[in-house]
């Protein structure tokens, strides 16, 4: 069965900050690519990050390229989100997602197979 589990999420003030877990099971992790999307109340489902199988070649969103940091570490099965300078605008659930080695662009929400539950960021003073 697979599963990607989510943790890390919470309450933190403008300016901190948080990391982001996703362990993964059920299939081979580092056969898969792995990114992480967030969706605020009322929005549509965004891109945030991406990280090839290898961990060599990451992807970023603009809105968080120079504060987040995508990685991994196959033999753990885990990825993560580390976040800093957090601002109210990154506030949403912060989902992690597994997509095959065929992926095209990374950033569309189509090109993944697996879905985490998701984990609530909220940053406010």
């Known amino acids: 069965q697979v599963q990607l589990v989510e943790s890390g999420g919470g309450l933190v003030q403008p300016g901190g900050s948080l990391r982001l877990s996703c362990a993964a099971s059920g299939f081979t992790f580092s056969n898969y690519n792995m990114g992480w999307f967030r969706q605020a109340p009322g929005k549509e489902r965004e891109f945030v990050a991406a990280?090839?199988?290898?961990?060599?070649?990451?992807y970023y969103a603009d809105s968080v390229r120079g504060r987040f940091t995508i990685s991994r570490i196959n033999a753990k099965s885990t990825v993560y989100l580390q976040m800093n300078s957090l601002k109210p605008e990154d506030t949403a659930v912060y989902y992690c997602?597994?997509?095959?080695?065929?992926?095209?662009?990374?950033?569309?929400?189509?090109?993944?197979?697996?879905w985490g539950q998701g984990t609530q960021v909220t940053v406010s003073s």
């Open positions: 997602a597994a997509g095959g080695l065929s992926m095209q662009y990374y950033t569309q929400p189509i090109e993944y197979i697996y």
């Open positions: 990280i090839r199988w290898s961990g060599g070649i990451t």
